[in-house]
C-alpha cells in the first residue's frame, strides 16, 4: 500500500501486543501495518515531511500499541504514530534533530519505549521524550508471532511451520518461497561411493552420492556466518 517503497531495513520492524507489524519504508518514510490476524494491509502515511528524510530506520511498538520511529539520515528524527487515528508528532526538540543520523528506539521489558540519541538517552511518550541518566535494555525478542501462532521458520520443503501458543497445535503453509542458493564452498573426501563437503553461508555438510549424482543436506556444522575448509575421512 506504499509506493514507492523498494525496501525496508531490518531494524524498522516492529510488532505490537495485538498481533499488528509494522514496517518502516524507504524511500519515502512511509509507515506500513500488517494484522497478522486477519492478513490485511494497511499503509499508515508518509511520516516525516521533510523531503530530505528517506528512511525510518528503527521502530519500537509500546505495550498500548503506540507506534515510535528514528528517522533519518539527513538530521534526527523521532516520531510518534497513533495507529487506531493516525495523529503523529515529531517529539525531538529542535535542537537534538540538527545532528546527521537517527535516534535508535527500543521496547523494554515494562512495555515502554525508551531510545537514544548521540549520548542523549530518553524513554518517549505521545507528548515528548523524557530524558534519563539510564534506560533499561531491550526486551527479550519474543517469538515471531503470527495471530495465535508462534513463527518457527522455513523448513525444508519451504513450509512455514507454526505453533498455537495454547494449544500447542503444529501447522505448517506451504509456501512458494524460493530460497537463496547455498553455495559449496569445499569438496572434500570420498568413502564409500559418497562425496562430502562443506558449504558457506551457512555452514552446511553435504553429501553426493557419485552413483546416481544424488546431493544430501547433513545439516548445519556450526552456526553463525562461516564456511567448512576440509573434510577428511578417517578409516574408523
Known sequence: PASPAPYWMGTSLAQGSDGTVY???????????CDTRTGKVRSLGRISDDEKERYIISAAVSADNQVYCGIG???RELWWVDPATGTKKQLLPAE????????????AADGKVYGASGNTKFRCTPQGIE????????????????????VSGLDDDGRLVMKNAASGEV????????????????????????????????????????AT?????????????IQIYDTISLPE
Open 96 to 107: 537534538m534533530t540538527e545532528a546527521q543520523g537517527s535516534p535508535q528506539v527500543w521496547t
Open 171 to 210: 501447522r505448517t503453509v506451504q509456501t512458494d518461497h524460493q530460497p537463496r542458493l547455498i553455495g559449496i564452498y569445499s569438496v572434500g573426501c570420498e568413502r564409500k561411493g559418497v562425496l562430502y563437503g562443506g558449504a558457506v553461508f551457512p555452514g552446511l555438510v553435504y553429501s553426493c552420492d557419485m
Open 73 to 75: 539520515l539527513h538530521h
Open 23 to 33: 514496517v518502516g519504508s524507504y524511500p519515502r518514510t512511509y509507515l506500513v501495518a
Open 131 to 150: 530524558v534519563m541518566a539510564e534506560t533499561p535494555g531491550r526486551a527479550a525478542a519474543e517469538m515471531r508471532r503470527a495471530g495465535d501462532f508462534i
Open 213 to 225: 549424482g544424488k546431493l544430501s543436506n547433513l545439516g548445519e556444522l556450526c552456526p553463525g556466518a
